[in-house]
């Protein structure tokens, strides 16, 4: 019996084998590769190619090897049709005719959909109505009314776009959840399409909520530095309605303190809490102590080291002591200042104390100042839109001893009185290609005042970046000096000018266009620089420049006699900061130099 039943298994087995064999041979028989036509107005053929089941089914198979049996090319062709009409409207056609066929050979089948849109539907109406507290008939509120219903993105007799329709519903509220009203919502949205006429008529309700108002702030993550810091930055006061950009100004102010690394300031779109908002004020703080060293080189100053050590908190004041030495081939400096933490003015206050020693081109100084300044930023660095401007005044004590071409002149000292201002729009970029920086310079001592000669000193440098296609930009640079005073002796060398170097006029060497003395070139009281340059940047980091600079610095302005410099250059944008290398030929030395600048920050 058990070899009869092994035998009658081992039949049973080899039959069910034959049927699934001969099942896979009549299956693989009507199975073939299929391609797929899409005939369409360039419009929408790229949405087709790619959206449509049957297509993307049909490159999926070419990858992979696999064939489609005909009952799948059928289930796709039905579906692709579906899929079309819907796409369509999406679009805007809202009539379309659509005709396919299936045609299939022996190993192959093409499957051809010819796709006539229709005529393109446009907007013909815009109603937008409003409740809330933006309903209310006050004057103010039928301007911003009229304002969003003007500002509306679809406008008649613009085609109608489901993604134009989203992007126009989501976008009408920016500008109330920016200005006061963040809990404003849509209650109601609806376009009526009208296939006889192509048209479609849009409404739309905006439910404004409550006008929101700031409340007290509520702040988290503060542990290492005073709280009042945090205080004396907020502009915001209690019963203020709210503003976005107020919220945005507060959170950058906090981030460019110098005491967090991160800050958050939001409020919660509560209607419940519209009347006094809480603001929540979360910050990430610095490190309590800094210390930090560099290393550079340049063609002006030749190699360059740096150190410093900052301490945030003294006296549990949030006052900042950085002390910082700057050692060059040509320069040595040592400095320590104090700083207060900025104030509710938005000022920045702080006192400075610094010794330096140089010796450039044969005039040798030996410098000691006491300073004290206070500087206030106003706009916004991020954006170019209105720049950002830094106003700064300065009171400094400064007394100098100073050597030219190996004669010792007298000391020379000076209490000025110096303002500065400076406006940038150019972002943060360390290569920008639009934009600009304006900076305007005053300062001046008085002889009956701790001064060995009275004098004032006007300075104004001007930088320009233009796009110059696709990959380069074009860079005009001028500077324009002057020193008032009845003569040269007395005045500390710092307010005074000579020209030359990788900042001032290439091919000629740092600060060697001035009065030449006794082997040296000594400091004047006139200056005047211009540069035009062009930059192109390939692929990746790397750029080339063109330049013609032109410049002279002397004690007369008759005297003044520009000379001119010449050269190509490279740039490279490293993550640090730009790297800068010039070869420059100085027309009046016929010479050619080289220039060159990277610093690094540890």
Partial sequence: MRTVSNLFATTVSLRRT???????????????????EIDAPDAVKPLLTQQLEAARAARLAVASG??????????????????????????????????????????????????????????RAVNIEFSGALAAAAEASQRRRARIERQFALQPPMPFRQADWDAAKAAVLRPLSAAGYPA???????????????TADLSLTIDSGPAFYYGTPQISGQQRYPVSIIRKLNPLKPGQP?????????????????????????????????????????VVERPL????????????????????????????????????????????????????????DGYDNSLGVQVEQEDIEGQETLTSLVVAKRSRIKGNQRSN??????IT?????????????????????????NWSWTRRRVGRNFYPRQGDVLNAQLGGASEA???????????????????????????LRGELGSVLADTVDGIPTDFLFRAGGDNSVRGYAYQSLGRAEGGGVASVRHLVTGSVEYNYFFPGNWGMALFVDAGDAADRPENLAPVFGYGVGARYRSPVGPINLDLAYGEATDELRLHFSLGVLF
């Fill in 18 to 36: 034959s049927f699934f064999f001969l099942f896979a041979l009549i299956s693989a028989g009507s199975a073939s590769a299929l391609t797929v």
């Fill in 66 to 123: 696999e064939v489609l049996s005909e009952e799948e090319q059928v289930r796709l062709r039905a579906e692709s049709l579906e899929t079309a009409r819907e796409l369509l409207a999406t679009e805007g056609y809202f009539s379309p005719q659509i005709d396919s066929t299936l045609t299939r050979t022996d190993h192959d089948s093409l499957l051809r959909f010819s796709v006539s849109p229709g005529p393109l539907t446009r907007v």
């Fill in 184 to 198: 404003a919502q849509l209650s109601r949205s609806q376009a009526l399409i009208d296939p006889a006429t192509q």
């Fill in 242 to 282: 709210v503003r976005q950009q107020d919220l945005l100004d507060f959170q950058l102010a906090l981030e460019e303190s110098g005491y967090y690394i991160q800050a958050t300031v939001r409020i919660e779109p509560d209607p419940a809490l519209a009347a006094a908002v809480p603001i929540r004020v979360e």
């Fill in 289 to 344: 102590k800094l210390f930090s060293v560099g290393a550079g080189v340049s063609t002006d100053q030749g190699a360059r080291a740096q150190v410093s050590w900052l301490h945030r908190n003294i006296r549990e004041r949030g006052l900042r002591l950085k002390l910082e030495s700057q050692l060059e081939e040509k320069r040595q400096d040592g400095s320590a200042e104090l700083a207060w933490p900025r104030n509710s």
């Fill in 385 to 390: 839109a209105g720049g950002e401007i830094e």
């Fill in 393 to 417: 005044h300065a009171l400094q004590y400064q007394t100098e001893k100073q050597r030219v071409g190996g004669l010792l002149s007298s000391r020379n000292q000076a209490l000025s009185a």
């Fill in 449 to 475: 005042v701790l001064s060995d000669t009275s004098f004032l000193r006007l300075l104004g440098r001007y930088t320009r970046y233009f796009r110059a296609g696709e990959n380069g930009r074009l860079i």
